[in-house]
């Protein structure tokens, strides 16, 4: 089966979600239905990424097992859960990706993204952290999610072939604030 045509998430709602009247105006924002009144705005959605130090200061990058971005290289992460804090989201896909026990995070930097999945493209807003982890001796990758990993200090071989732009900006700026 071909893959489909990405589209803006605001593209796909042909329908209200509410009352099932068909849009007359797809695409807009936010999306509103003339019939029920119901709003949505399409914010973005959070996501967090681990910019995990091992005990010589080399960074954790990881390869993707699976699209977007299957075979590239990216930071152990993923979307916040509802009801979960930013640092707990961290921590637990730290946890699920890699079996790494963050210790310490704090916040590097924050940064639009675009996440396309089945042909839809999400905006995400995310969250970059310094992460330090119990110990970096055991990495176990979920097989689902990742199948390489690397402790570097990241050159122009991975940081061309990220997965997310942001996830590239992320590093550059860890780069460029430990020189």
């Not at 329908?15 to 007359?24: E, K, L, S």
């Not at 122009?156 to 430990?178: C, G, K, Q």
């Amino acid at each position: 089966m071909a893959s489909p045509i990405s589209q803006p998430l605001e593209d796909a709602f042909h329908y209200c979600p509410r009352c099932g009247t068909a849009n007359t105006n797809t695409g807009s924002i936010p999306f509103h239905c003339a019939e029920c009144d119901f709003a949505f705005y399409f914010g973005p959605v959070a996501a967090v990424g681990g910019l995990v130090l091992d005990e010589q200061d080399r960074l954790l990058v990881v390869r993707r097992a699976r699209d977007p971005g299957k075979n590239q290289w990216g930071l152990p992460g993923g979307f916040v859960d509802r009801d979960e804090t930013v640092e707990e989201a961290l921590a637990r896909e730290v946890l699920e990706e890699t079996q790494l026990k963050v210790c310490e995070c704090e916040l590097l930097m924050t940064g639009p993204n675009q996440y396309t999945h089945h042909g839809v493209t999400a905006q995400v807003i995310d969250l970059f952290y310094m992460c330090r982890v119990e110990s970096s001796n055991n990495v176990q990758l979920a097989p689902s999610e990742l199948c390489e990993y690397q402790w570097c200090i990241p050159g122009p071989e991975i940081l061309n072939d990220m997965a997310f732009e942001s996830n590239r900006i992320a590093i550059e700026r860890w780069l460029s604030e430990r020189s």
